[in-house]
């Protein structure tokens, strides 16, 4: 895989470099990372990765992290050992495991098909939270816009959200910027053209 940047160089995060080096661009715009990201993990990256979305949000008094399942789990775990508080994870499908008591959200997947429900136990989200989202992958934004919504009936504070790979070409990212999100990215991809992958220059 190449990596074009017309404007000079710049250092490349630790999962831009791997995503050049594993990383599968396939037909459709569909990145394949499995060999380091969602489905075999790379610890050692999943470190780093935690580390650079701290630098991120450092000052924002971070009292939890949200993610769904399933890959956003692994990497929201590692971001949080820096930022030292637990992560809550939505559940996906019938939520019956989680109890009655629960906020829901329905998300409705481009890229995998139908709607599904996510939840949260009201025991895990409180007025006073300030949570930040993480996820592996940002495309159209739904998984986001769905765990806001469950942010919002819990009546605590949406920080922002950090996204380990955001599809910048497709239009999640400008859809929770609209909508007032804090998004940042660890690796924004401007194009896949080719099975070249290209990132923004401020990712
Ligand atoms: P959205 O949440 O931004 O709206 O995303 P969308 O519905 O378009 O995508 C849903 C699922 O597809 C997500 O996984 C997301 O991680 C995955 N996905 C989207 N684009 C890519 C891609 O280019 N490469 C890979 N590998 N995955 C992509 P999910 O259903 O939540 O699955 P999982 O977390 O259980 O693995």
Redesign the pocket.
């Given at each position: 895989m190449l990596y074009f940047r017309e404007w000079g160089e710049y250092p490349m995060n630790s999962l831009q470099k791997r995503i050049l080096k594993d990383g599968k661009a396939?037909p459709g715009?569909?990145?394949?990372?499995?060999s380091f990201?969602?489905h075999q993990i790379d610890i050692d990256l999943l470190r780093l990765m935690g580390r650079d979305f701290y630098e991120l949000f450092k000052d924002k008094n971070i009292s939890k992290i949200l993610t769904?399942?399933?890959?956003?789990i692994a990497i929201a775990c590692y971001a949080a050992e820096y930022f030292k508080v637990p992560v809550v994870f939505a559940k996906?499908g019938s939520h019956k495991n989680v109890g009655p008591d629960v906020y829901t959200a329905e998300?409705?997947?481009?890229?995998?098909g139908p709607s599904?429900e996510i939840a949260v136990s009201k025991l895990y989200l409180h007025p006073e939270d300030k949570v930040l989202i993480i996820?592996?992958?940002?495309?159209?934004?739904?998984?986001?816009?769905?765990l806001q919504k469950i942010i919002n009936e819990a009546g605590a504070s949406l920080v922002g959200a950090g996204i380990a790979?955001t599809?910048a070409f497709?239009p999640?990212e400008q859809l929770l910027l609209d909508a007032g999100i804090d998004v940042r990215s660890l690796a924004a991809i401007e194009s896949?053209e080719d099975g070249n992958v290209i990132f923004r220059s401020d990712s």
């Open positions: 396939l715009n569909i990145l394949k990372v499995d990201l969602n769904v399942e399933a890959s956003g996906k998300v409705f997947s481009f890229t995998k599904y996820d592996d992958f940002l495309a159209n934004g739904q998984a986001v816009l769905g790979i599809k497709q999640g896949m």
